[in-house]
């Protein structure tokens, strides 16, 4: 079986609700190509608006007071995969995420790399 196929048919077991009423209407539409099924998707339950509002919320990426390197990293993480693609270049999203920890996470991290992290 296809990776694309299985798929398709897990998809609809992390549905609920309307998401999952829309699936079983346009599942045949998309004649089992995931890449269609998956962009109307996206485009029904997570329109532009909120892509924009995401990727915002990844560039402004800061570390919170009292929170480890790893939990940020994980939170940032997080955050990114909450939504589609946000076309980002990953040395980019670096680059966020590495002015968005406070100093003390900075210089540990510069340290570790053996100078400069970036």
Do not use: C
């Not at 296809?2 to 609700?17: N, P, R, V, Y």
């Amino acid at each position: 079986m296809f990776d694309e196929t299985i798929q398709l048919k897990l998809f609809l077991f992390s549905l609920a609700g309307k998401a999952k009423h829309w699936y079983k209407l346009n599942v045949e539409h998309a004649q089992g190509d995931w890449k269609t099924l998956y962009n109307e998707f996206l485009s029904k339950f997570f329109p532009i608006s909120k892509v924009v509002a995401l990727r915002i919320e990844v560039v402004a990426f800061r570390q919170l007071e009292e929170e480890y390197l790893a939990e940020s990293r994980d939170r940032l993480t997080d955050l990114i995969l909450t939504g589609p693609d946000l076309g980002i270049l990953d040395p980019v999203l670096l680059q966020h995420f590495y002015e968005g920890l406070r100093k003390d996470s900075r210089e540990s991290l510069n340290m570790s790399s053996g100078g400069s992290f970036i």
